[in-house]
C-alpha cells in the first residue's frame, strides 16, 4: 500500500524525514507501518526513520542477577492496557529510559495515543509496587506482528526494566515477531536491544506488519 510519507529508505540516517503536524490515526498508523515515527523538536513535529535502528530480541532481553532477585521477590507486578493515559503521563512527566527525554510527549501526542489506544493499536504495560502505586511503564503502538515501543519510565529502581521484560514476554506469547525500540543507546543495550540497519529493519518490519497478531492484556505472571 502507497504511503504518505517519502521512502523512508530515502532518508538521512540522521536527520528528519518530514515535518508536519498531522496526528490523526490513519497518518500515525501509515507512518508505523513503514518504519516512520514523529518526534516533535521545539515545538514541531518531524517525522523520523533513524538508521541505524534497534530492536529487542524477543527471545534476547537480557536479564541481570540483580534483575533476577528482583523479579523473584514479588515486588512489583504487572498489568496492561488498564491505566494507559496514566503511562503515557509518567513518561512525559520523568525522563525515559531511551534517547528522547520527556519533553516530546506534548499534549497533541498524549493524545494521539490515546485516540490509538482507543482503537485497539496503542497498549502498554503498567508495573505496580506492593501498595498498588504505579512506579513504572511502556507503552507503544502495535500494527499487525510488529510493536513499535515509543517511552518507558520508572519511579523506582529497575520498574521500567520490568516493564519492558513483561512487554516483550506479551509480545512473544502475542505472535508478535518485531519489537522496535527506535534508537540505540547504552541502556537499551544492556537490556539486550541490538542495532539494525534501516534497509534490514524495513524488511522485518514489512514481514511483520503482515502477520497477525494481538496484544496479551490482564496481569502478568
Not at 521512502?7 to 501509515?30: F, N, V
Not at 515509543?150 to 512487554?167: C, G, N, P, Q, Y
Amino acid at each position: 500500500m502507497a504511503s504518505r510519507f517519502p521512502d523512508p529508505s530515502r532518508a538521512p540516517g540522521d536527520a528528519p524525514l518530514a515535518r508536519g503536524e498531522q496526528l490523526d490515526p490513519d497518518t500515525l498508523i501509515d507512518a508505523y507501518a513503514h518504519g516512520i515515527f514523529p518526534w516533535p523538536v521545539d515545538g514541531d513535529v518531524y517525522w523520523w526513520s533513524p538508521d541505524p535502528r534497534a530492536v529487542i530480541p524477543l527471545d534476547g532481553v537480557r536479564v541481570s542477577r540483580s534483575l533476577r532477585r528482583t523479579l523473584r521477590s514479588g515486588w512489583f507486578r504487572t498489568t496492561a492496557d488498564t491505566a494507559f493515559d496514566a503511562v503515557v503521563a509518567g513518561c512525559a512527566d520523568r525522563p525515559g529510559d531511551g534517547a528522547r527525554d520527556s519533553t516530546w510527549i506534548t499534549p497533541a501526542m498524549r493524545a494521539a495515543y490515546g485516540s490509538l489506544h482507543a482503537m485497539g493499536m496503542a497498549h502498554c504495560v503498567e508495573v505496580w509496587d506492593r501498595d498498588g502505586g504505579l512506579v513504572g511503564g511502556l507503552y507503544g503502538v502495535a500494527v499487525g506482528g510488529a510493536f513499535m515501543g515509543e517511552s518507558m519510565f520508572h519511579r523506582v529502581t529497575d520498574a521500567s526494566k520490568v516493564a519492558l521484560i513483561d512487554t516483550a514476554r506479551r509480545l512473544r506469547a502475542g505472535g508478535f515477531t518485531l519489537f522496535d525500540a527506535q534508537l540505540p543507546t547504552a541502556h537499551l543495550t544492556s537490556l539486550g536491544a541490538v542495532s539494525t540497519s534501516r534497509h534490514d529493519y524495513l524488511d522485518l518490519l514489512a514481514d511483520a506488519v503482515s502477520r497477525p497478531a494481538e496484544f496479551p492484556g490482564g496481569p502478568g505472571p
